[in-house]
Nanobody, 109 residues
Framework: QLQASGGGLVQAGGSLKLSCAPS?????MAWHRQAPGKSRELVAG??????TNYADSVKGRFSISRGNANTVYLQMNNLKPEDTAVYYC?????????WGRGTLVTVSS
């Protein structure tokens, strides 16, 4: 079971920190987002070994990291209105993907 949290309303230029705490270990965790009327897209990912990857649109503004146990964070800085979306965490374990419930991030201009 995945528990994602940390979404909310923020003004452009502000910051939010999302967290996801799966109940088991994983091979890969990724944050995806889906804006209204758009397809779901990858935002950032981190493997159990540590390497990370980011969408070009968030490089230099977002940072994915691991905390205690299996918790993974997505620090989002300098948020823009186009970052408004429902953010989902996903883990891959044993070749199977598990999705958590989304958390809404709204960035006002």
């Amino acid at each position: 079971q995945l528990q994602a949290s940390g979404g909310g309303l923020v003004q452009a230029g502000g910051s939010l920190k999302l967290s996801c705490a799966p109940s088991a270990s994983f091979n890969v965790m990724a944050w995806h987002r889906q804006a209204p009327g758009k397809s779901r897209e990858l935002v950032a990912g981190i493997s159990a070994a540590g390497p990370t990857n980011y969408a070009d649109s968030v490089k230099g503004r977002f940072s994915i990291s691991r905390g205690n146990a299996n918790t993974v964070y997505l620090q989002m800085n300098n948020l823009k209105p186009e970052d408004t979306a429902v953010y989902y965490c996903k883990i891959v374990r044993g070749g199977v993907a598990y999705w958590g419930r989304g958390t809404l991030v709204t960035v006002s201009s």
